[in-house]
């Protein structure tokens, strides 16, 4: 035998070719999944105790202002109310500071509860699917620390998508919210 290059066949050196070319593309759509299930997770996110609604993007306030009040009506009320320390603004940012979702809550005295009026996050950090986890935990650690000497015994608050928040561990009170109608 001698030492001649063995050169492959056309068909085989395509074939190579082929499957080196797929497995970069598959190993690409990896990395790229594993950045972007990174790039809305929420714990990066970090929390910046607010004076009220001024500044928070006015399509986050739409989106849960369930009231009957304008938007506009909305960041005027809680500007007025903002100094009682009863009444607790966040808002979410990213890395670059960009408001990413806000809540605002409230500490109702009489019924030892925490009272969420709105909350709002991204809709990215909402698919990520762990928000709400992390936002209970952190909502928690903020009613451990911040509230002492005032004794909280649930997180409590109304809502449109029920199914959400007794997904994440709520259940539907027992109490149940009447109105009368002045108009």
Not at 11 to 22: F, L, N
Not at 46 to 75: C, F, Q
Request: proline residues 3%; aromatic residues 12%.
């Amino acid at each position: 035998m001698t030492n001649k290059e063995v050169k492959p066949k056309r068909k085989y050196v395509r074939k190579a070719k082929k499957a080196q070319e797929v497995a970069q593309t598959q190993e690409s759509k990896e990395v790229e999944k594993k950045s972007n299930e990174n790039e809305f997770d929420p714990t990066t996110l970090t929390w910046v105790s607010m004076r009220g609604l001024v500044g928070i993007p006015k399509h986050y306030i739409k989106e849960v202002n369930d009231t009957d009040l304008s938007t506009d009506e909305v960041i005027n009320y809680a500007s007025m109310i903002s100094k009682d320390p009863r009444n607790i603004f966040f808002v979410f940012v990213d890395d670059e500071w960009i408001i990413k979702g806000f809540m605002w809550a409230s500490i109702l005295l009489l019924k030892k509860e925490f009272y969420i009026n709105m909350l709002c996050i991204d809709e990215n950090y909402r698919k990520s699917g762990s928000f709400f986890p992390y936002f209970m935990k952190k909502i928690k650690e903020f009613i451990r620390t911040q509230t002492k000497g005032i004794s909280i015994d649930r997180i409590t608050g109304t809502t449109s998508i029920p199914d959400v928040f007794i997904k994440h561990g709520f259940k539907q009170s027992k109490k149940i919210t009447l109105e009368y109608d002045l108009k």
